[in-house]
């Protein structure tokens, strides 16, 4: 959470593997698969895993520039 104006604002996170494989277009499975090596960088909140919107860009991000894929904004 960040704060402006003097309240809590949240930052955007993604719960759960069905919402984040929504999020980069894989199936669950493969996103709990993905989250076992250790390749998508989540968190654990209230029991379940999550992970902030700005991280998940940014992993995207690592991947497109190992891969030397650029992505059109």
Known sequence: MTRKGGRMQKSEVIVGAKQIAEV???KP?????MIDKG???VFKMG???????T?????????EAATGIATAE
């Open 24 to 26: 980069i277009g894989i």
């Open 39 to 41: 390749e998508i960088p």
């Open 29 to 33: 499975r493969r996103v709990h698969l």
């Open 55 to 63: 991280t998940l860009e940014s992993w995207i991000d690592g991947l």
């Open 47 to 53: 029991g379940s895993i999550a992970i902030r919107r």
